[in-house]
């Protein structure tokens, strides 16, 4: 009799229990799967504040004025040479994603638009009008997109001047670019100032040697 009141005590107890756990696994099948994509979105567009920047040099290309971007001062123009050292670009990662900063090597200068969309340079990069968005056009070419204004990129003219940032889009060439490598001034004897170090050296005039005809015995 004693056994009987306790397995019926064990039933009553897992008839308890039963709706509650069905009830849990319910509620746990109802509740929405995080959504990973918007939260990538989300990281994309703050600034990474803990993960380590990586930076790479590289120059930029344009495609409009067939010159260098190039940062001397607080002027950003389109106009350097291959090896200048004022086109000679430090780029950051803002984010993991494709954001970056570009800054001047030599200037010190970070590439920025102020509030008429003109680019211009800056000491400071943190803000927003200093970060761009790196992207890779069908053509292959690169794009860069203002992090605070979205319908804003870097353009230059032909004479190699920025252009409104309000009046460019993507798909202008004024807005294309290709990254190239960083590889200094240019070796002799392309470089003039290294031709300075050579002298030419003056010889006397030699005069010419008489030929020494070799003499032979005569006929008998």
């Known amino acids: 009799m004693a056994q009987t009141k306790e397995d019926g005590s064990r039933l009553l107890g897992f008839t308890s229990i039963a709706p509650l756990t069905?009830?849990?696994?319910?509620?746990?099948?109802?509740?929405?799967?995080?959504?990973?994509?918007?939260?990538?979105?989300?990281?994309?567009t703050m600034s990474d504040q803990l993960s380590r920047r990586q930076?790479?040099?590289?120059?930029?290309?344009?495609?409009?004025s067939g010159k260098h971007v190039q940062v001397h001062g607080k002027r950003v123009s389109a106009t350097a040479e291959d090896g200048n050292r004022f086109?000679?670009?430090?780029?950051?990662?803002?984010?993991?994603?494709?954001r970056v900063r570009i800054k001047g090597a030599e200037s010190e200068k970070y590439i920025c638009m102020?509030?008429?969309g003109k680019l211009i340079g800056k000491p400071s990069g943190r803000s927003k009008d200093?970060?761009?968005?790196?992207?890779?056009?069908?053509?292959?070419?690169?794009?860069?997109q203002n992090a605070r204004h979205g319908s804003w990129y870097m353009a230059f003219t032909r004479r190699g001047r920025?252009?409104?940032?309000?009046?460019?889009q993507r798909n202008q060439r004024e807005a294309h670019f290709i990254k190239r490598l960083y590889r200094g001034h240019l070796s002799f004897p392309n470089n003039?100032?290294?031709?300075?170090?050579?002298?030419?050296?003056?010889?006397?005039?030699?005069?010419?040697?008489?030929?020494?005809?070799?003499?032979?015995?005569?006929?008998?």
């Open 192 to 220: 003039a100032e290294e031709q300075k170090h050579f002298e030419i050296v003056a010889f006397s005039p030699t005069r010419p040697t008489r030929r020494v005809q070799n003499s032979r015995p005569p006929k008998t």
């Open 114 to 116: 102020s509030k008429m």
């Open 162 to 168: 920025p252009r409104k940032a309000s009046q460019s």
């Open 130 to 144: 200093c970060v761009f968005t790196e992207i890779v056009l069908e053509n292959n070419y690169t794009a860069f």
């Open 22 to 44: 069905a009830k849990v696994i319910h509620v746990g099948q109802n509740e929405p799967s995080p959504n990973f994509n918007q939260y990538v979105r989300d990281q994309g």
């Open 55 to 64: 930076m790479r040099e590289y120059q930029l290309y344009s495609r409009t």
């Open 87 to 98: 086109a000679k670009l430090i780029v950051e990662t803002d984010t993991f994603g494709s």
